[in-house]
């Protein structure tokens, strides 16, 4: 691109530093780092020809970025996203828009009216399987959907994980656990490919696993106006876990794991077949069409590239920032749901959780920082995106 736009990175932490590498090698044509800002002075080290400020806010207000990424603990998502729009920058957030749907509002509301671009890091998005996946749907190939389940423990987090920030796993710095941080990608999938359900009930086990205030266990169902049904199983605490999707349809069944789609297809979709076989024990008769994925698409990287194409030359957006209140809305019908022992029906009033949300976050009790850097596995954080 012969065009360049000043971008600016708000947190340094580890997504918020591979995006600044990225950007600085040169690898999201049409992005330039021009400055970074963390509450922390000693990450300026990193980036030493980078201009460095200690406060967002002033970053922000500097006049020295034309766009920003947001990479903070997630309540923070919303008002430096507030203060980044109403100064007329263009805004990439990352995972969650915000924790809470009253905050999605409020912070989607401060984007009325502004030419700017504002897109979630819903990395993946890009991801072929996932793609292929939602073009079979919405082609009607696969027929009515039946019934969705999603298996996703391989999110395993040990305790110096949780221990490495006094935010993590709290209710006043993360405001969840397992939905909120882990999860928020899968909950954003589900919604893009299936819609939003009619209600959800969720159990939702309280430190199940590790020493925290927040869920680090989750199993939902989802109910469907139309008569299909959602499981959702996830955890921080189980492994080596499992990354299963599932889809029963008429025309058979779709898994996607270990980085393939499989149709086992019907020759004749199943409600016909049920109405018209004379065999009390017949099946449809089946053929295996297996569709196998070398990589994972671009993740980040995709979505930066994407991003910055929105603004130069008008690229639709991978993820417009608004579509990223869906998933914030399911994480917190299934908490509203377990605490107080019922269905929610969506859309969710949300006051109501945001009500629950603050007498949580009142008793919250942030723990004593533990520094564990140094002791990162970059393959091994690579693959937990």
Known sequence: MDKSVRVGIIGLGNMGSAHARMIMEGKV???????????????????????FFESGSDLIKSGEVE???????????????????????????????????????????????????????????????????????????????????????????????????????????????????????????????????????????????????VEDSVTAVMKYADGKRGVMITTTGEAPGTNRLEVACARGRVILENGKVEWLRNEVENREFLKTTKNLFGKPDTWKVEIPFP???????????????????????????????????????????????????????SSRYEALLKSRIAASKPKARVDVRGTVDSDEFAKSF
């Open 67 to 213: 766009a920003m990424i947001v990479c903070t603990p997630h309540f923070s998502h919303t008002t430096y996203g507030i203060e980044t729009l109403v100064a007329g920058l263009h805004l990439l957030v990352e995972k969650p828009i915000s924790v809470h749907k009253a905050d999605c509002e409020r912070l989607i509301e401060a984007s009325k009216g502004k030419d700017v671009v504002f897109a979630a890091m819903f990395n993946q998005r890009t991801d072929p399987a996932y793609i292929k996946l939602k073009q079979l749907i919405e082609s009607g190939e696969l027929g009515e959907i039946e019934r969705v389940q999603w298996t996703i423990t391989d999110w395993y987090r040990p305790d110096a994980y949780y221990a490495s920030g006094g935010w993590r796993a709290t209710w006043s710095g993360e405001g969840g656990g397992v939905l909120m941080n882990q999860c928020p990608h899968q909950l954003d999938l589900w919604q893009w490919l299936f819609g939003m359900p009619e209600t959800i009930w969720a159990d939702c086990q309280i430190g199940r696993f590790h020493d925290v205030e």
């Open 295 to 349: 990589n994972t698409g671009e993740q980040h990287l995709g979505v930066l590239k994407n991003f910055a194409k929105a603004i130069l030359d008008g690229e639709l957006l991978i993820a417009p920032a608004a579509e990223g209140m869906n998933s914030v809305e399911l994480a917190n019908a299934m908490l509203l749901s377990a605490a107080e022992g019922g269905e929610v029906s969506l859309p969710m009033d």
């Open 29 to 51: 044509p049409g992005l330039e780092l021009a400055a970074i800002a963390d509450e922390r002075s000693d990450v300026s080290k990193a980036f030493p020809d980078i201009r």
